[in-house]
C-alpha cells in the first residue's frame, strides 16, 4: 500500500519541473531582479512579480523557505490551540501559495480556501502548482489589490506572509486591519530582520487593540519586552534544499536556515500560551545548558539547567530555538 505523500513532499514534486523550458539564464536574472525588490521598498501599485518568468522564478527561489517559516510559525501556534482546526482560510497576498500549503501541513484536510493577491501570474501558478495536492484543488485565487480598498468575507484563519513589507503604512495598517475584521485567528509572518520584527509588532499592537490575545509566540498579550532599537524577536527554520533549488540559489549546502518573526493572534478558539518560550538558540556547555526565555510576567530572563535537573537538563539539550518551555509535564528549572 501506498503511503501518501507529505504536503512538503507534494510541494517539492510540483516544484521540481517548474523550470523545464526556462532558460538557466532568465531564471537567474529574474532571481537577481527579485533580491533587489524583496531588499527594498515596492509600492503598492507595483506588483513585484510581473510574469511568468518571475513567477518561476519566485517559486523556486523562496517557496521552499516560505513554506517553512510558516509551517513553524502554525506549529507553535497549533500547540496553544491543540482542540481546534480551521474550517476556513483566507491567505493574504498568497502569491503562489506557500502559506496555503502550510496550513494545510499542519491541519490537514479540505476546507474552503481563497488566496488573494494582486500578480495574476503567481495566482495562475500556484493554482497549478496546487492542483499536486488534492486537498487544495478547491482553493479559490482571486486576484485583489492588497492596501486600503481590500475587503475579506468573514474566515476561521487568515495568513499574511511576507507581505507587510511590500506595503505602505497605511496600507500595511488597512491591511491588518481587514485581517481583524474578518478572522477568528489571524497569524502574520515577516522576515527575521530588524524591519521584520518592527512590522509584526506594529500588527500585534493592532491585533490586540482589536481584542485579540496573543497565542504565539509570545507568553502573553502586553508588551513585548525587548527594548526597540536594541534587539529584536525571530526564529529559524532549517529548509531542504532540492537540486533545482541550490542551482537557483547558487548555493551548495543541502540545507539553509530562514529567519522570521511571526505573532500569532487568536480571538475565538481558547488559546493556552506556553509558560515561555525560547527566544534563542540555546547554548550547550559541558553539563549545563543556557536557555533564554520569553516569559509570562512578561520578561526576557536566562536560566541555567544542569545535570542536577535530571529528565529536565535532557529535555534542555534537546530543546530547540523557538520551543516552548519547559515541556509538558516537567517542572521548570527556576
Not at 544542569?306 to 521548570?332: I, V
Request: a negative charge; charged letters at 25%.
Amino acid at each position: 500500500m501506498n503511503t501518501p505523500a507529505s504536503p512538503a513532499d507534494s510541494l517539492r514534486a510540483a516544484l521540481a519541473g517548474l523550470l523545464d523550458g526556462l532558460p538557466p539564464k532568465a531564471a537567474s536574472q529574474a532571481v537577481e531582479r527579485l533580491i533587489a525588490n524583496y531588499r527594498g521598498r515596492t509600492p503598492t501599485d507595483a506588483p513585484v512579480l510581473r510574469d511568468r518568468s518571475d513567477v518561476v522564478a519566485y517559486a523556486a527561489y523562496r517557496m521552499p523557505a516560505t513554506f517553512e517559516a510558516v509551517c513553524s510559525a502554525l506549529d507553535a501556534f497549533a500547540e496553544t490551540v491543540p482542540a481546534w482546526v480551521p474550517d476556513s482560510h483566507v491567505d493574504i497576498g498568497g502569491g503562489t501559495g506557500a502559506a496555503t500549503w502550510a496550513v494545510n501541513a499542519v491541519w490537514a484536510g479540505e476546507r474552503p480556501v481563497t488566496v488573494l493577491d494582486w500578480a495574476e501570474p503567481a495566482l495562475t501558478l500556484g493554482q497549478e502548482i496546487a492542483a499536486r495536492n488534492p486537498e487544495l484543488k478547491g482553493a479559490e485565487w482571486r486576484r485583489s489589490r492588497i492596501g486600503a480598498a481590500l475587503t475579506i468575507e468573514s474566515t476561521d484563519l487568515v495568513t499574511v506572509s511576507y507581505v507587510l513589507g511590500e506595503l505602505t503604512e497605511a496600507d500595511r495598517s488597512a491591511v491588518v486591519d481587514a485581517a481583524a475584521g474578518a478572522a477568528r485567528s489571524v497569524v502574520i509572518i515577516e522576515p527575521g530582520t530588524p524591519d521584520g520584527y518592527a512590522r509584526v509588532i506594529e500588527a500585534r499592537d493592532r491585533l490586540v487593540r482589536a481584542g485579540f490575545r496573543i497565542a504565539a509566540p509570545c507568553p502573553h498579550s502586553a508588551a513585548c519586552p525587548i527594548v526597540p532599537g536594541e534587539d529584536w524577536c525571530h526564529f529559524s527554520a532549517r529548509v531542504s534544499r532540492s537540486s533545482l533549488h541550490r542551482q537557483v540559489k547558487g548555493g551548495s549546502l543541502a540545507y539553509e536556515d530562514e529567519k522570521f518573526s511571526y505573532v500569532a493572534a487568536v480571538r475565538g478558539p481558547e488559546a493556552t500560551p506556553v509558560p515561555s518560550r525560547v527566544v534563542r538558540r540555546p547554548q550547550i556547555r559541558k553539563g549545563q545548558v543556557l536557555l533564554d526565555l520569553c516569559e509570562t510576567e512578561p520578561s526576557l530572563h536566562r536560566t541555567t539547567v544542569t545535570k542536577r535537573h535530571g529528565p529536565l537538563y535532557r529535555a534542555a539539550r534537546d530543546a530547540d530555538w523557538g520551543d516552548a518551555w519547559p515541556p509538558a509535564g516537567e517542572p521548570d528549572s527556576g
